[in-house]
């Protein structure tokens, strides 16, 4: 359990495969946004993309109890949850050998639906994973809005981390090119906090979010 089988082998540039347990949780403690397939009655596949945190050996995300997709996923139906990290452009001499810098990760499995205590703690989770301190200074869901909303669970039973990284690996017969050649590095960053038109006076930016740093 835990260790990528079969088809979770990556099957181009399997070199770039990492299988330490470590990697898939510093790619899933990285990203806020992951990708999760999901198909209608009709065979239609969908992604939606959803905020998401890691508990343990678990990914935790939540969608609206109107949505039949998410019913679905909360019914068990199969899924591939992904998250991408993008780091930065690989400038090589030849468009061909050009790429990028990135992280990612596969989850496969089917989704458990979070009820009661383990629901709320889920929403806890999520929300502190995403905006760290904000869940004790916020208003916490009511009882209408835990009612609307799906907390759903997805094992991390089976998965896949690929990293791809170094400088271009150009062709031989490309080296000698006048072409500029490298790494552009590429970080994720906050902008300015701007407040909503509507906020009382005197309420001044939270000392947690000054303290949010770019990861």
């Known amino acids: 359990m835990g260790t990528p089988v079969n088809r979770t082998a990556v099957r181009r540039l399997p070199e770039k495969q990492l299988h330490d347990r470590a990697s898939l949780d510093a790619v899933l403690d990285a990203g806020r946004v992951a990708h999760v397939a999901v198909h209608d009655d009709d065979g239609q596949p969908y992604v939606v993309p959803v905020g998401y945190a890691?508990?343990?050996?678990?990914?935790?995300?939540h969608g609206s109890t109107a949505s039949r997709l998410f019913r679905s996923l909360a019914g068990g139906a199969s899924t591939c949850l992904t998250v991408t990290l993008l780091d930065g452009l690989v400038l090589a001499r030849s468009l061909f050998e050009s790429s990028m810098h990135y992280r990612?990760?596969?989850?496969?499995?089917?989704?458990?639906?979070?009820?009661?205590?383990?629901?709320?703690?889920?929403?806890?989770?999520?929300?502190?994973h995403l905006m760290p301190g904000r869940w004790?200074?916020?208003?916490?869901?009511?009882?209408?809005?835990?009612?609307?909303?799906?907390?759903?669970?997805l094992p991390l039973d089976e998965w896949?981390?690929?990293?791809?990284?170094?400088?271009?690996?150009?062709?031989?017969e490309d080296l000698d090119l006048p072409v500029w050649a490298g790494v552009l590095s590429q970080h994720e960053t906050y902008g300015e906090a701007t407040a909503a038109p509507d906020l009382r006076p005197g309420?001044?930016?939270?000392?947690?979010?000054r303290d949010w740093t770019p990861r």
């Open 54 to 61: 890691r508990a343990g050996d678990a990914v935790l995300f």
């Open 104 to 128: 990612s990760a596969m989850v496969l499995g089917s989704s458990q639906m979070l009820d009661g205590e383990a629901k709320v703690a889920g929403l806890e989770r999520i929300s502190e």
């Open 136 to 153: 004790v200074d916020a208003r916490q869901p009511n009882r209408k809005e835990l009612a609307a909303t799906l907390v759903l669970s």
């Open 160 to 172: 896949s981390v690929k990293v791809s990284e170094g400088p271009p690996d150009d062709a031989a």
């Open 203 to 209: 309420l001044e930016l939270p000392g947690y979010v």
